[in-house]
């Protein structure tokens, strides 16, 4: 593996989740690999699963971590070309990429959707452009479109619960106060398109993703049919995707939020997000602190996920 | 040692000393206990002897040490239950422990008493949040109404300095511009009742600190008075601890002050403080640039009480 | 080597040079070296390179590092003596370096001119407080007066790059929005005036550097003349030196950016500069980005400047 963006960076899902066993099971096996190796964990973004499961992940294979947040103790860095450089950006990334690709091995970058123009968003400029001028394997830390270790752990989390061979999945919208990223929602579309899980989405009209991640899933309107005989439950918030209302808030509708009345509609449904998670906005405080919350174990197997992704690399050096 | 939250941890005063005195005296002799476990330090507040030492101590360990700063490059953390949350905090407290605990063994949490509400603040609802969720042993680096990893290393460096096995050790209040949680002289209060020193408290009416801390110590309202003889004088400010008072400055009296001619009513006393200090607030320049300023060795301690504490919580694992 | 401010901690260029070598070809070699040492890096202000390449440094040495941002995370620091600190300031300076100073065995500190009195600047107050009370060797990452890593990097990369045994090298001062310190310029001064290269500076009148540094240098006022026959241009803006207008900006003249016409003048020299760079002011986008540009190779070389002075640093231990 060179760089890692996606499911399609593994050579199939079976590949990917027996790696993972494995690196959960011996999570300390790999030590040397990553000797005299430099992590660079570059931030644009807050984070804190992402922050520190990957330090762990990379640490558990012996290698040197060292993070970086933009903005914060480092210069503000100009992304256009062809600007004169006279206002608060003291550093184009065209020099600041390579500049942190001289200085490590291998290097995750978070950068976050900003929903100021639709094609740079879904061009994934700033993620290309370490992959283009880093010289180094680059690994998303959940980028504008996509966030493909959270979709991994989410994926490793369901076959440690799944109780029958083909689980019914549904991906529900809920409520938010303000408009997050399609990122989360995209990847575990993505990923789920890779098993043969049952898989359904359901949002409010005007909410529809990207076709290059829904594919053929089942796209469900009325979140309670949605939901009825559902295995788990993966609920997100996400800003609308249209043209028309790119990164726009089109609904606070309440009762859309995951509540114990519309669990009780599913199998006995365990419950997924992948944090943080606005309580009593997209789940109700009973449901997330259920029995069948799953919402821990998925963040543990951040760790599983990003250290199998950053062996993987480590391998391919 | 599961966790750390005051002197009662340890079995005894002896117990503390002597294996505080091994870890001094071989600093990397136990550099295997803490192979491939991780340390994550999580800080609500600023910090720097805390921040570093504590980091040292873990890296003394061999441990991997992994820092995080809440609301710095993290999300903002609610800390109420049943809230809606449409604001500005993105994560729960209650998601955000367990998540922490899941990536790593040992977790020291610094989070100060807010003087929003006095039952929160001696109730210590962070810390013990920390305790109940993560599902790790959790150690204060600075609590709401303790900071004992601090008093356990100026109990060290008064056992370095001492000339007689009584010495009398004062500890006075002196006046700063802010109000200042009681955590360092509840602490000290509550580690020198634990030793067979003559211990005295002053300080304006009005200061009196929480009866469980000042047991049996005696309180003399007149400096001067408690300054007679004293071989340490152990300086702090603090803010009211009383009801119709809590968290208030009464007081800003510059005749508190340790100055030259407060030291000079004493026994050549040693000045002692945990810093950082505020000069010519609480301590004139002369004094604490004196001889017998011990701020910097006790300092220089909180490696060692650190040290002996985590290596007491990763035999315990 | 205890400390490593200037050049001058070096026996002679060759001395460095050689050193230098070695370290670039076995980056590993040391990793013994630092077993068990802490390096402490000490951030008064921003940093990219220096961060990143000073970190790398000491992990391939076997340091333990520990990064510090003073204001981010610590407490604001006062630096006068005398002061009654009643305002926002936690710690005094006093206090903070030699407690510092117990936490680790080596420290770099990063810490800018603030041109609000030339004296302090050039008398590099902050540096040297750290070198009188820290009790440690401490080497600059850039102080008021000089960036000595950074021309030490400059000069492994011009040796790198040269074709002939004396090339010319011209160092132009070039526009930019703010006022920028002369540390930079005034370290590759330094360092360009201990080898026997042809060294020209040119800048506009009233932006003449401390003679100090300039020494036997040509100073030439003509830009175009000053670039006739160049094998290496290194641009920087500064702020000027002289007492009337000490850190003001005299001049935002574009003419005296870098671009293609200029280079034209030259020998095809390389260009050079220490990054961050603001485009379309100090040089053009076609410039920085043409095949003569050696901005990524300096910066790389930070490292190799970095663990040497270290490993100097380590073996007088």
Redesign the interface.
Known sequence: MRHFTSVHDFSSIGDALSKAKYVKEN??AD?ELGK?K?L?LV?FN????T???T??AG??LGM?V?V??IN????KL?TE???????DK???I???I???G???DIIGVRSFARFENKADDYGEVILNQFIKYSGRPVFSMEAATGHPLQSFADLITIEEYKTKARPKVVMSWAPH?KALPQAVPNSFADWMNCTDYEFVITHPKGYELDSKFVRNAVVEYDQDKALAGADFVYAKNWAAFNDENYGKVLSKDMSWTITSEKMALTNKAYFMHC???????IVS?DV??SERSL??PE??NR?VSAQTVLKEILLSL
Chains 1, 2, 3 share one sequence.
């Open positions: 999570p300390f030590h005299n430099t660079l931030f807050s984070s804190l699963r922050r520190l499961s330090q762990k640490l558990n040197n060292i970086l947040d914060q103790g480092a210069w100009e070309r062809g600007v004169v450089m006279d206002g003291s550093e184009h065209l020099e600041a390579p500049v942190m001289s200085y490590c106060p944090l943080p998670v606005r309580r009593n906005m405080d997330i602190e919402v821990i963040a543990a760790v």
